[in-house]
């Protein structure tokens, strides 16, 4: 394939998927791992990507109105979720007062929780139900559920956060950007968000590569306000932030 093509085609798939692996490219493409990354070399020098450890994923900010169900965002980039939902499971501490966001990733934290003495609120009705049957002691807020990512929302889900301090807190974002922070698609769930995020006392934000560079309609958090626990760090725009941990 003459170089132009494959570089078209490298663009063509980090539209789509937002994020590519190194091994992906040698696949798609048949070829060496020295010529991939002489591609993705080039075109993060033309900024038309960022090259990131393993991969690439898209330059620039990527605008999103929408919010995906739940069923189709759980397979895309299982394994980087699975790995920082394992790293975060591991923080939380003997007692601790756990806020656990809605979303695929804090849902993936379900199976490697350990922490029997700790309380965990949520606002997922398929965490809750996971939780309470693994034997935790398990709340969840109050309010209206929204179908689409099976979270509850709502006047009185913000009610009922009002009485809560947490001492820990895991969120999930659809996009990061440092100008815009955490945002999401839709202001009921953002609001939640925001609120439970003002009642914990340390705040972790789940978010695997794919996710910066995107913006949503709605921001619930500035960049600094949690510490983003990630699978890997673009090295352009983010490798100087103090408040990311990249997991490997």
Known sequence: MLLRKRHQEILRLLENRKSVTLQEL??????????????????????????????????????????????????????????????????????????????????????YIQERSATYVTNGVSHARRLAAMGFKTMIIGGELKESTEAVVGGEALNSLEKFHFTIGFFGANGITKKNGYTTPDVSEALVKQKAMEKSQKKYMLCDAAKFGNVCSVTFGEFSSAIILTNYVPKNIYENSSNLIAIR
């Open 26 to 111: 040698m696949e798609e493409f048949s070829a060496s791992e020295s010529t991939i990354r002489r591609d993705l070399t080039a075109l993060h020098k033309e900024g038309k990507l960022v090259k990131v450890f393993g991969g690439a994923v898209l330059a620039g900010d990527t605008f999103h109105t929408k919010d995906e169900k739940v069923s189709n965002r759980e397979e895309i980039n299982r394994t980087e979720k699975i790995k920082i939902a394992r790293y975060a499971a591991s923080m939380i501490k003997k007692d601790d007062f756990v806020y656990l966001d809605a979303g695929t990733t804090t849902g993936y934290m379900i199976d």
